[in-house]
Protein backbone atom coordinates (compact mmCIF):
# COMPACT_ATOMS: atom_id res chain seq x y z
CA UNK A 1 0.00 0.00 0.00
CA UNK A 2 0.92 3.00 -1.15
CA UNK A 3 0.71 6.68 1.63
CA UNK A 4 -1.07 8.20 -1.07
CA UNK A 5 -3.81 5.24 -1.48
CA UNK A 6 -4.23 5.98 2.73
CA UNK A 7 -7.14 8.15 3.63
CA UNK A 8 -6.89 10.58 6.87
CA UNK A 9 -7.74 7.70 9.46
CA UNK A 10 -5.44 5.39 8.48
CA UNK A 11 -3.24 7.56 8.70
CA UNK A 12 -4.13 8.97 11.92
CA UNK A 13 -3.48 5.33 12.79
CA UNK A 14 -0.12 5.52 11.41
CA UNK A 15 1.29 8.46 13.69
CA UNK A 16 -0.72 6.42 16.94
CA UNK A 17 1.25 3.51 16.15
CA UNK A 18 4.49 5.61 15.46
CA UNK A 19 3.71 7.14 19.04
CA UNK A 20 3.04 3.74 20.64
CA UNK A 21 6.43 2.83 19.05
CA UNK A 22 7.86 5.65 20.79
CA UNK A 23 7.07 4.31 23.78
CA UNK A 24 7.79 0.93 23.97
CA UNK A 25 11.19 1.65 22.37
CA UNK A 26 11.74 4.39 25.28
CA UNK A 27 10.87 2.01 27.96
CA UNK A 28 13.05 -0.65 26.46
CA UNK A 29 16.01 1.55 26.60
CA UNK A 30 15.63 1.63 30.36
CA UNK A 31 16.45 -2.45 30.47
CA UNK A 32 19.63 -2.11 27.55
CA UNK A 33 23.25 -1.11 28.19
CA UNK A 34 23.78 2.33 27.92
CA UNK A 35 26.99 3.59 28.57
CA UNK A 36 30.48 1.93 29.78
CA UNK A 37 32.00 3.05 32.81
CA UNK A 38 36.17 2.42 32.53
CA UNK A 39 38.34 1.87 35.53
CA UNK A 40 41.95 0.72 35.58
CA UNK A 41 41.25 -0.39 32.06
CA UNK A 42 38.42 -2.40 32.82
CA UNK A 43 35.18 -1.79 31.48
CA UNK A 44 31.83 -1.81 33.49
CA UNK A 45 28.53 -1.68 31.62
CA UNK A 46 25.56 0.81 32.67
CA UNK A 47 22.17 -0.04 32.06
CA UNK A 48 19.74 2.42 30.96
CA UNK A 49 17.87 2.69 34.38
CA UNK A 50 21.06 3.31 36.58
CA UNK A 51 21.52 5.89 33.63
CA UNK A 52 18.33 7.84 34.50
CA UNK A 53 19.20 7.60 37.94
CA UNK A 54 23.29 8.70 37.81
CA UNK A 55 22.56 11.52 35.28
CA UNK A 56 19.55 13.21 37.49
CA UNK A 57 22.18 13.58 40.43
CA UNK A 58 24.86 14.81 38.36
CA UNK A 59 23.52 17.95 38.69
CA UNK A 60 24.96 18.28 42.45
CA UNK A 61 27.95 15.44 41.71
CA UNK A 62 30.26 16.08 39.09
CA UNK A 63 31.43 12.54 39.29
CA UNK A 64 28.43 11.98 37.10
CA UNK A 65 28.98 14.32 34.62
CA UNK A 66 27.75 17.56 36.37
CA UNK A 67 25.37 19.94 34.71
CA UNK A 68 25.74 18.60 31.28
CA UNK A 69 24.75 15.60 32.52
CA UNK A 70 21.69 17.03 33.89
CA UNK A 71 21.26 19.15 30.92
CA UNK A 72 21.01 15.80 28.73
CA UNK A 73 17.96 13.85 31.36
CA UNK A 74 16.11 16.77 30.89
CA UNK A 75 15.04 15.18 27.52
CA UNK A 76 12.94 12.46 29.77
CA UNK A 77 10.73 15.27 31.11
CA UNK A 78 10.71 16.73 27.89
CA UNK A 79 9.58 14.14 26.52
CA UNK A 80 6.70 12.80 28.46
CA UNK A 81 5.20 16.04 28.58
CA UNK A 82 5.61 15.71 24.38
CA UNK A 83 3.87 12.32 24.84
CA UNK A 84 0.93 14.05 26.47
CA UNK A 85 0.66 16.93 24.24
CA UNK A 86 0.17 14.31 21.65
CA UNK A 87 -2.30 12.63 23.36
CA UNK A 88 -4.10 15.79 23.77
CA UNK A 89 -4.13 16.31 20.76
CA UNK A 90 -1.49 19.23 20.58
CA UNK A 91 0.71 18.09 17.32
CA UNK A 92 2.58 21.22 16.93
CA UNK A 93 3.52 21.73 20.22
CA UNK A 94 4.29 18.14 20.68
CA UNK A 95 6.75 18.30 17.88
CA UNK A 96 8.55 21.17 18.90
CA UNK A 97 9.00 19.90 22.89
CA UNK A 98 10.09 15.83 21.08
CA UNK A 99 12.49 17.90 18.95
CA UNK A 100 13.83 19.41 21.91
CA UNK A 101 14.80 16.29 23.96
CA UNK A 102 15.81 14.80 20.88
CA UNK A 103 18.38 17.87 21.30
CA UNK A 104 18.88 17.82 24.23
CA UNK A 105 19.61 14.11 24.41
CA UNK A 106 22.08 13.96 21.58
CA UNK A 107 24.98 15.50 22.65
CA UNK A 108 27.04 11.96 23.37
CA UNK A 109 26.17 10.35 19.96
CA UNK A 110 29.25 10.00 18.85
CA UNK A 111 31.25 9.02 22.04
CA UNK A 112 32.73 5.22 21.90
CA UNK A 113 31.83 4.51 25.35
CA UNK A 114 27.76 4.93 24.89
CA UNK A 115 25.96 1.53 23.97
CA UNK A 116 22.62 0.24 22.34
CA UNK A 117 20.44 1.51 25.50
CA UNK A 118 21.35 5.22 24.81
CA UNK A 119 20.66 4.64 20.56
CA UNK A 120 17.26 2.98 21.19
CA UNK A 121 16.27 5.73 24.05
CA UNK A 122 17.35 8.37 21.65
CA UNK A 123 15.10 6.02 18.83
CA UNK A 124 12.13 6.59 21.23
CA UNK A 125 12.39 10.31 21.01
CA UNK A 126 13.06 9.92 17.13
CA UNK A 127 10.05 8.60 17.04
CA UNK A 128 7.91 10.94 18.76
CA UNK A 129 9.45 13.48 16.74
CA UNK A 130 7.97 11.45 13.45
CA UNK A 131 4.70 10.73 15.14
CA UNK A 132 3.90 14.45 15.49
CA UNK A 133 5.16 15.43 12.30
CA UNK A 134 3.05 13.02 10.59
CA UNK A 135 0.13 14.66 12.08
CA UNK A 136 0.22 18.32 10.93
CA UNK A 137 1.26 17.09 7.61
CA UNK A 138 -1.22 18.47 5.14
CA UNK A 139 -1.72 15.35 3.15
CA UNK A 140 -2.34 13.40 6.24
CA UNK A 141 -5.19 15.24 7.53
CA UNK A 142 -8.82 14.30 6.64
CA UNK A 143 -10.06 15.13 2.71
CA UNK A 144 -11.41 18.60 3.47
CA UNK A 145 -8.45 19.59 5.47
CA UNK A 146 -6.19 18.84 2.88
CA UNK A 147 -7.90 20.43 0.22
CA UNK A 148 -7.64 23.30 2.51
CA UNK A 149 -3.51 23.07 2.23
CA UNK A 150 -4.50 22.96 -1.61
CA UNK A 151 -3.56 19.51 -2.31
CA UNK A 152 -5.69 17.31 -4.06
CA UNK A 153 -6.14 13.78 -2.81
CA UNK A 154 -6.18 11.06 -5.32
CA UNK A 155 -9.36 9.44 -6.09
CA UNK A 156 -9.41 5.87 -4.66
CA UNK A 157 -12.11 3.11 -5.20
CA UNK A 158 -12.91 1.08 -2.74
CA UNK A 159 -14.82 -1.87 -3.15
Known amino acids: MRLETL ?3 DMHRVAKCLCVA ?5 AVSFFLPTF ?3 VDGRGKSEYGLGAFVLAFGALWQEMFGGPMAFLMWLANPAY ?21 AAL ?8 PL ?3 GYYVWLAGMTLLVA ?7 PWWQRPAQAEQYGRQ ?6 R
Open 114 to 116: VLV
Open 80 to 100: WSGVVLFDKGLYGRALVVACA
Open 153 to 158: RPHVER
Open 131 to 137: ASAARLL
Open 7 to 9: EGD
Open 36 to 38: EIV
Open 104 to 111: LGSRPLFN
Open 22 to 26: SLVTY
